[in-house]
């Protein structure tokens, strides 16, 4: 989901239809047979499948095994669709010049929470905001300081940004980090003992 807000657009299709373009090796073919029988005194008639079937547990993985070889296939002849494909993702997005991740951490008494947003200026210089992520934790009923709330926001939005970084498979420029809290922010700077 988090590399779906990657690009500027993103499209959905259903692709129920693909699977029958996608063949099955012949030496494979027996062991996807079918029994049938269109009466019960009828005698059961025998088919073997020559395409994956929608609906089939490894149906999904046959078609993206099957689009990520298409991709190094072709790799050659259209290396930016091949790498996109690669990626899942389908569409280039515009010329980004800079990616910058902008976080921001803060808590309450009763809860505390962090928000990751995504800065990107293009080559013409227009920026581009976009909301990447968020998690709000409740409080525990353990009554605890707010500077000690503070900086467990600060703990959570540092976990949230490098699980955001290694979703995203992209090259950040810079991350910024914030908090309101001086105390937290002291304690954050001070080695460990």
Request: charged letters at 25%; glycine letters at 2%.
């Amino acid at each position: 989901m988090t590399r779906f807000r990657k690009h500027k657009f993103a499209s959905t299709t259903d692709i129920q239809k693909m699977y029958c373009q996608i063949f099955i090796d012949p030496a494979q073919r027996d062991l996807l047979r079918i029994i049938w029988k269109n009466r019960e005194d009828a005698d059961p008639t025998e088919f073997r499948l020559k395409t994956v079937t929608y609906g089939t547990a490894s149906a999904p993985f046959l078609a993206i095994r099957t689009l990520k070889q298409l991709a190094l296939d072709e790799s050659s002849r259209f290396p930016l669709a091949s790498d996109d494909t690669q990626q899942d993702t389908y569409l280039l997005a515009h010329a980004i010049k800079k990616t910058i991740l902008v976080g921001f951490a803060d808590a309450s008494q009763a809860a505390y929470g962090a928000v990751v947003y995504m800065k990107s200026i293009s080559e013409t210089n227009s920026v581009v905001m976009k909301l990447i992520a968020s998690k709000s934790r409740i409080s525990p009923i353990k009554t605890r300081s707010t500077p000690r709330l503070e900086l467990s926001a600060c703990l959570l939005l540092s976990q949230l940004v490098e699980k955001i970084i290694d979703a995203l498979k992209m090259e950040i420029d810079d991350v910024i980090l914030h908090t309101d809290s001086t105390t937290a922010l002291a304690w954050i700077n001070t080695p460990p003992n």
